[in-house]
């Protein structure tokens, strides 16, 4: 599916019932992956639904269950700033949506809603954007963040795994990746990447030397040079796909992996949207903002002592304390014998 641009919705002064429900998630790419299971519980209501995100989302929503079409906002460039807002806002409205669902808490999103002049608002109450909703829902305080999400609907009841949809295109690619490279099954998925840097684990080289099994580092551009030196840890063994596949590619290919290690990032979200066993090294962030895998296939390992951590939901790009024990101390070894154990 391609996205749609916004351009393409209804001309205005029309009303179209089949664009009656609408999702606006424009939040990072992970919290995109959770909403999969939020979008597809509304679609069996009341069909097929629209989802607003940024462009780089895109890729992670077109062709998934229970998606009609993906219009794209860019808030930070092209429909950035307030002028940005009130047209991708006009454009809605013209859209004639009857409903929309706001799982991102951000008074941007809500005002976007309010101003597209959509009726029914649901959203999470607390904050500014919270009085902007036309149906408020209080966010629970544990759970997995995917089933918070669909608390927004009544239950919270879970929607299992998989829920993220790979194509065949997408499938052939990641398998001609690994066959070209002479990975056979089992092999490990590594993700040494994150959007914050102190959500960043130092420990994926040693990690890597100390396991035998085939092991593939996946990652964007950026993270071309850290997936380098793990792959430096063994030559023949270790494969460097950063840079080299498409989010939808790299999906495809932890589909085939055995397991996953990640930090807190889209690559976890990606491996339990597919419900694949996936641990998780930690720091700043952990199980209880809701971002953690859940079990039985999720496992979370951090320090095990430091009573500063967890300092916050997303992370930050420097450790509020100047020290960032919470990563650089935590060990290899502890992720090896969590692996043994699972």
């Known amino acids: 599916m391609d996205p749609a641009p916004i351009s393409a919705l209804a001309a205005p002064g029309t009303r ?3 664009r009656g429900t609408l999702v606006i998630q424009t939040a990072f790419l992970g919290d995109v992956v959770l909403t999969l299971p939020l979008i597809q519980r509304l679609a069996g209501q009341y069909g ?3 989802v607003v995100v940024t462009p780089s989302a895109v890729p992670l929503v077109a062709g998934q269950a229970g998606v009609r079409r993906v219009i794209t906002y860019d808030k930070r460039g092209a429909d950035r700033g307030i002028a940005g807002l009130r047209r991708v806002a006009g454009l809605l409205r013209a859209g004639g949506y009857a409903r929309a669902w706001l799982p991102h808490r951000s008074l941007r999103s809500a005002l976007l809603a309010q101003l597209a002049g959509i009726p029914d608002r649901t959203g999470f109450s ?4 919270g009085l902007l909703h036309t149906r408020r829902v209080a966010r629970a305080v544990e759970g997995h963040e995917s089933q918070r999400l669909l608390s927004l609907t009544g239950t919270a009841a879970e929607v299992p795994p998989p829920w993220f949809r790979i194509s065949p295109d997408d499938r052939r690619a990641a398998d001609e990746w690994l066959t070209t490279r002479g990975v056979g099954p089992g092999f490990i998925v590594m993700a040494p990447g994150a959007r914050w840097a102190t959500k960043r684990w130092p420990g994926f080289v040693e990690l890597a030397a100390s396991l035998p099994e085939s092991i593939v580092v996946i990652g964007g551009p950026e993270d071309r040079e850290v997936a380098g030196r793990i792959a430096s840890a063994g030559p023949k063994r270790v494969h460097n796909a950063a840079g080299e596949l498409s989010l939808t590619r790299s999906a495809a290919l932890i589909a085939r992996a055995s397991r996953v290690v990640s930090n807190d990032s889209l690559a976890l979200h990606l491996a339990v949207a597919l419900g694949l066993p996936v641990i998780a090294v930690v720091g700043p962030t952990g199980p209880a903002p809701g971002f953690a895998p859940p079990s039985p296939l999720g496992r979370v390992v951090a320090h095990p002592t430091l009573a ?3 300092c916050s939901p997303h992370g930050h790009d420097r450790c509020p304390l100047g020290h960032h024990r919470c990563m ?10 969590v692996m043994a154990d699972g």
Do not use: H, Y
């Open 16 to 18: 179209n019932a089949e």
């Open 48 to 50: 097929p639904v629209d």
């Open 126 to 129: 607390g904050g500014i954007a």
């Open 308 to 310: 500063c951590r967890p």
């Open 328 to 337: 650089v101390e935590l060990e290899a070894g502890r992720v090896v014998e």
